[in-house]
């Protein structure tokens, strides 16, 4: 039946259009069904999927000083790098031999745009090397939030004969078998022992066959040598010719003829091989780097080597670290030793779900909190509306979030629930409305249902609709924040106004057909209505009147009025106060209850590897003592598998005999009773202490809660000269050192 809609405005006319319309309910349901198909392919991550790309260029200068490097290579390189677009920063560390620049461009430009127009400004401006001088071809190194380990596997052993060499070949085999897991990118070994061949000359065989160190130098250069000298052909075929072939086994290096003995009685000499005047090893090369494993149950550390795994961008994380367990559960034994264990020292897949699981039970739950108090307030139809309306907008505002890109994270669910009470309030304030005008119409009679819906709707829609886009005012400058918070933070304003638009259409779409559906058979007399209708005067009635009466009516009305706005500015200037006072601490995000924390330790420039092992040892045996660490890993003279914060810190550039690393996971939220946070403050002071005592400087690192920064507080100094800007910089750190709540300071000054 055709209604009129003279008279409605846009709110009205959808209402009457789609309230008795065949094609409404196919349309809910078809916006349920995108909201499943997004919670089914959207990716579950841990952290918000942004673009933050800047690259290391290493140039080697062998034989420089620094203050050479600085003059030939990196200044000249700072000034012609800095004119790429969309270069943020440029900042460049010289070091005898060597020049690393890192070159930080702007957030959210897409990372292969800006690699390659790194790369073009590189080679088409090469003239500026000083490659007659020896300076080699730039390396580059492009960094990004893919490069980021989503998975950590352990390979240790409590068996002593296990060495690291043995762990470091079935870490290469398993790198080969992840590798085939859709979705895998980069996978690396950390700690990982190379092979070498040791040829160890004997000073008397070599003098006794009269064998010079320089021919078996000269003999080993050539034998290790391949090279396609051309084509033969014959018979009508091309055969492919190979000259020599590289050196693959001990066995062909001890089989290399470095000589002929002297000619005797006229016959020629012998061959003299290698094997004859050196003992040719095949070992493990001299470790430059160790890794060592603790978890609870075992009374001493273990060697280990750990395995990062990194996913490719796109792909559901929770999906592929899952592929990766299931992997290594049926190679075990197979591949994997049974005296070989591995444990997941990371999982970023499983934090994701977990995370992403929690927050979608909490809308759910608020959700249907919300039903409830409609079904209280008014009764079971309209709870079903007001419910059916909010299921249908999240499910269209989950797929217009997977449509925009975005993943299933803490960011993107958190404006989900941030905006739950947002989006119901289009849904219950039309619901509210054909309630009080069913009950008028109820009490007058003879206006039909399809007739009061319309103008129900279309008499709050002007309202709703500018209460909307209010509300969405007030949110969408968040997106246009600049630098890291701003794409961090995205998903909030954008995810919380779409939410807004589609719950307005639901509101003027659905919301009509649902109650027209529901309400056609029932007409509601529980709800008072303005004054002009005989209802009852329940109990919220007789609140509200006992406390808004006064301040309208009444020769204290006045008066009234003027008391209750000093007391709501007294209330506001309350509210300003507390966090002048200190009573309330102001900060950009609360602390989240990691499951991980990091210790930085530096020892001073020039200490051995191994020294640096023998304290992290140190520092390992009190973190044994503490109940909520599941396990630790040490890494000395190379890095820790990095986290987000770490990719913004570059702590993988941490490969140096005295810098060690070491990786802390605790013990699941549940098992403990301490936050993350706390539990890194317990241990600060008791591992400095420790760390003191051999001059370490030793730093807890948290992973913070939201976009990481290279430090809470960074000072650059600049000076006329070198030795004024090293003064200025130890008078700092003094300063800091001394200041109250500072915590860790360093700085970037090398050893001379």
């Known amino acids: 039946m055709r209604q009129h809609t003279n008279g409605l405005g846009i709110s009205g006319r959808l209402a009457a259009t789609f309230q008795n319309n065949a094609i409404t309910p196919l349309l809910a349901i ?4 995108l909201g499943f198909f997004a919670i089914m392919v959207t990716p579950k991550e841990e ?14 200068f062998p034989g420089a000083s620094a203050k050479e490097v600085e003059n030939l290579i990196s200044i000249p390189a700072e000034q012609v790098l800095s004119e790429i677009s969309g270069v943020d920063d440029i900042f460049s560390v010289s070091q005898p031999g060597m020049s690393t620049l890192t070159i930080a461009f702007e957030v959210g430009l897409p990372r292969e745009e800006v690699i390659l127009n790194l790369y073009n400004q590189i080679y088409s401006h090469s003239d500026w090397l000083p490659t007659h001088l020896g300076a080699s071809q730039p390396l580059v190194r492009p960094q990004g939030i893919d490069d980021v380990p989503i998975m950590g596997l352990t390979l240790w052993s409590d068996d002593v004969s296990v060495t690291q060499r043995e762990l470091t070949k079935v870490a290469r085999v398993l790198e080969v078998e992840l590798k085939r897991i859709d979705g895998t990118r980069d996978i690396y070994t950390q700690g990982e022992h190379q092979d070498v061949v040791n040829v160890l000359l004997d000073p008397l065989r ?47 290096i001890k089989e290399l003829i470095v000589g002929l003995s002297p000619i005797e009685n006229g016959q020629a000499g012998s061959p003299i091989y290698l094997n004859d005047v050196a003992d040719v090893i095949l070992q493990a ?3 430059k780097v160790q890794v060592f494993h603790y978890e609870q149950g075992l009374q001493q550390t273990a060697p280990a080597v750990t395995l990062a795994i990194a996913k490719q961008a796109g792909k559901n994380a929770h999906d592929i670290t899952s592929a990766i367990e299931q992997r290594i559960n049926k190679l075990k034994n197979v591949l994997i030793p049974n005296n070989i264990n591995v444990s997941v020292t990371r999982n970023y897949g499983d934090t994701a779900k977990e995370k992403s699981d929690q927050l979608i039970a909490k809308l759910l739950f608020a959700t249907l909190a919300v039903v409830l108090l409609v079904l209280l307030t008014m009764s079971w139809r309209e709870g079903v509306i007001v419910g059916g309306a909010i299921f249908i907008t999240l499910a269209i505002t989950l797929f217009a979030s997977w449509a925009w890109g975005f993943t299933l994270n803490r960011i993107s669910l958190f404006a989900l629930i941030f905006s739950i009470g947002i989006l119901v309030d289009d849904a219950i304030v039309v619901v509210d409305n054909i309630h009080r005008r069913l009950h008028i119409a109820g009490k007058r009679g003879g206006q039909k249902l399809l007739e009061v819906i319309p103008q129900a709707v279309d008499e709050v829609g002007g309202p709703t609709i500018l209460a909307t886009f209010t509300v969405i005012a007030a949110l969408m400058p968040m997106a246009f924040v600049s630098g890291l918070m701003g794409p961090y933070m995205s998903p909030i304003p954008i995810n919380a106004s779409t939410g807004m638009l589609i719950s307005l259409l639901i509101a003027f779409i659905v919301t009509p057909w649902l109650s027209y559906r529901l309400l056609k058979e029932h007409v509601p007399t529980s709800v008072s209505t303005h004054h002009e209708e005989q209802t009852d005067q329940g109990p919220v009635y007789q609140l509200f009147n006992r406390l808004m009466r006064p301040l309208i009516e009444g020769e204290k009305a006045a008066k009234n009025r003027l008391k209750m706005l000093a007391f709501v500015i007294s209330l506001i200037l309350a509210a300003v106060a507390l966090p002048v006072f200190k009573l309330v601490v102001m900060k950009m995000l609360p602390f989240d209850n990691k499951s991980e924390l990091q210790i930085i330790v530096d020892m001073p420039e020039g200490t051995p590897m191994e020294e640096t092992l023998a304290v992290l040892e140190e520092l390992g045996g009190h973190l044994q003592t503490v109940e909520t660490v599941k396990d630790y890993q040490l890494y000395a003279g190379i890095n820790a598998p990095i986290n987000f914060n770490g990719l913004i810190r570059q702590y993988y550039l941490r490969q140096a005999p005295h810098m060690g690393d070491i990786q802390v996971n605790l013990v699941h939220k549940s098992q403990r009773t301490l936050q993350s946070h706390d539990v890194a403050v317990s241990l600060r002071k008791p591992l400095q202490a ?3 005592e051999y ?13 990481p920064v290279m430090f809470p507080i960074v000072a650059e100094v600049y000076g006329a000269n070198y030795e004024q800007q090293i003064a200025t910089a130890e008078k700092l750190r003094t300063l800091f050192e001394n200041t109250k709540d500072i915590v860790d300071v360093d700085t970037s000054i090398e050893a001379e």
């Open 206 to 252: 070599l003098k006794a066959y009269g064998i010079d160190i320089n021919d078996i130098r000269q003999t080993l250069v050539s034998s290790n040598q391949s090279s396609n000298p051309g084509n033969l052909i014959n018979n009508n075929q091309m055969i492919q010719l190979q000259a020599g072939r590289f050196l693959s086994t001990p066995q062909q």
């Open 690 to 692: 420790i760390g003191k």
């Open 47 to 60: 952290e918000p999927q942004i673009d933050v790309t800047f690259a290391n260029v290493f140039i080697a």
């Open 285 to 287: 090369d001299t470790p």
């Open 695 to 707: 001059q370490a400087n030793v730093k807890v690192i948290e992973v913070p809660p939201g976009p």
């Open 30 to 33: 078809f916006g349920l069904l």
